[in-house]
């Protein structure tokens, strides 16, 4: 079975930083694509943050371009989320999704998003 998972909230001051992480876990698993980082605020839709193809492109949200950096570790099935200059306004839980391809029990390969069940990210003073 495969799973997501995050780590890395928590509280930070506004200005300061803190690096998320999201890993794919699963002895089935066969590739891992695009990955992706959303947020989402009390009352407010769910929102793309950044993104991350398997070759290492990237795209950002213009609310937080030149603050957030997104990466990957292919080797480990992991993604980073590096937030620098944070503003009270990235306040939200964050959440990684992931597309995946594996197998299932009887063999056959199936593709399909994941994702995990967030982490809470508190910018305030």
């Known amino acids: 079975q495969v799973q997501v998972g995050e780590s890395g909230g928590g509280l930070v001051q506004p200005g300061g930083s803190l690096r998320l992480s999201c890993t794919v876990s699963?002895?089935?698993?066969?590739?891992?694509?695009?990955m992706k980082w959303y947020r989402q605020a009390p009352g407010n839709q769910r929102e793309l943050v950044a993104t991350?193809?398997?070759?290492?492109?990237?795209h950002y949200a213009d609310s937080v371009k030149g603050r957030f950096t997104i990466s990957r570790d292919n080797t480990k099935n992991t993604m980073y989320l590096q937030m620098n200059s944070v503003e009270p306004g990235d306040t939200a839980i964050y959440l990684c999704?992931?597309?995946?391809?594996?197998?299932?029990?009887?063999?056959?390969?199936?593709?399909?998003?994941?994702w995990g069940q967030g982490t809470q990210v508190t910018a305030s003073s």
């Open positions: 999704n992931a597309d995946v391809t594996y197998y299932t029990t009887y063999g056959s390969k199936w593709r399909r998003d994941f």
């Open positions: 699963g002895n089935n698993i066969s590739s891992i694509f695009d």
């Open positions: 991350i193809t398997k070759d290492g492109n990237t």
